[in-house]
């Protein structure tokens, strides 16, 4: 039976709030702090600011009973073992991550230290961060037996954040001392060991206790470094296939068959391959940025990671420009959007593409209706409803009478439409696609002109209007 560790979690963002919520899960005591009193009010209260598949049920399940909401950390931290921080690192104006939040943590945690606790960075951070939060803390006056640093990344994806969490490819555990590791042991011992996946309540997901995930440990920088060499691995899979998918759409190829034909390869894999308008969201964007910084700052030029940026930029313009001259100009055209978050299944609009879209079609003077299932309230904060700009209730309701259709993310939804009452709804049947969900072939059949990255273009009249070389 595995022991119970207490655990304090400083920061209620989606890292802090899935992470609490998880450890919680796995038979845990968490107190999670933030010093947002209005977002602790509202937890207390069971309200759950951000869209994430399980995190309701979690929290209802474990709240005021093994996990509790607090804006004190001072209290929150005393009576932990294990302490995560989890607070933002948003890029600063260099592109480097700033850590001032974490600065500001650290030294607290130095001021409220009263036995030996390890401190786990749990948000996304430069490798030389865990020696930062050491000489901090020495600096407040805590002594080096009273506490170690240690890393433990999490690959927790918007959305699916709590499987990730409790179904996890891998469990990094970068620490530097023996007594260190076996604190987080502890605590992911409960999923290494299986016995999570035997509890009738556990959330289904890939992993079984015949195969818990893989706990891997490594120094804390290699922690650190695992971190971010793995966003930006990913983020250049993505301007890969991007670029590939460009290449297609002047040869007349189909970027999906490619991307299938290069998956294969085992030492490639599947994942990742999906060519579209690029990559947004709260981590790709920014921790290329911060990988790229502290390559520089080690004397490293990773110039790779400019142009996986570049690439990602440009992307997002060629789809606009794609839309553009299907439309020829976007003055006065009713415009229906599908999509503003950063993709499908969360209600996160930070460095969405979608926006940026639909802000330059706006600026070009086409009026817009959109629907998203979950981001409207959000991005109603950077587009706000007026004349130009509308917020629809469903997809039919914002396709009602456009001169056509963008798809500009990937809700589930989106790719199984009603295509006939679509028709009809639409003034001219013209979809473009930022994220290939349809069959080019099947939606010309349907009577769509249809255009998607990476893929002939297909209109049913076969005007000159689409083709191959549209941009
Ligand atoms: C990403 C990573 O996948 C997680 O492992 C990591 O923990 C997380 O960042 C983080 O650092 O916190 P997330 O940003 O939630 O997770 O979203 P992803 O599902 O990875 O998608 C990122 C972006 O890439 C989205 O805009 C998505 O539409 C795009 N994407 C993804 C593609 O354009 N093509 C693909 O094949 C896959």
Redo the contacts with the bound molecule.
Sequence with gaps: MSQSVSIAVVGSG??GLVAAACFAEIGHRVVCVDNDEAKVRMLREGGIPIHEEYLPELLNRHRENRVEFTSDLRKATQGAQAIFIAVGTPQSETGSADLSYVDAVASEIARSIDGYKVIVEKS?VPVYTNEWICRVIERNGVSREMFDVASNP??????T?VT?FLHADRIVLGAETPRAAEVLGAIYEPLSSGEYYRSANAVPGPRTSDDPPPVLLTSTKAAEII?HA??AL??T??SF??VVANICESAGADVQEVAKGIGMDTRIGP??????????????PK?VAAFRHVAEQMGVEFGLLGEVEKINSEQRRRFFRKVRSALWTFRGKKIAVLGLA??GG?DDIRE??AVDIVQWMLKEGATVTAYDPAAAARASEVLPAGPQMKYADDAYAAAQDADALLIL??WQEFAELDLKRLHYTLRYPIVVDG?NLYDPAKMAEMGFTYLSVGRPGISHTRDAAVGPRLV
């Excluded at 999490?154 to 959305?159: A, C, I, N, Y």
């Excluded at 994942?271 to 790709?284: D, E, N, P, Q, V």
């Design positions: 989606y890292v996304t999490e690959f927790l994806r918007e959305g954040a990730d971190k793995s966003n990913l983020a899979k993505i296939i991007n994942k990742f391959l999906r060519a579209g308008i690029g990559y947004g969201g709260s981590c790709f921790d950063f993709k969360t969405s593409p993310n990937d994220r």
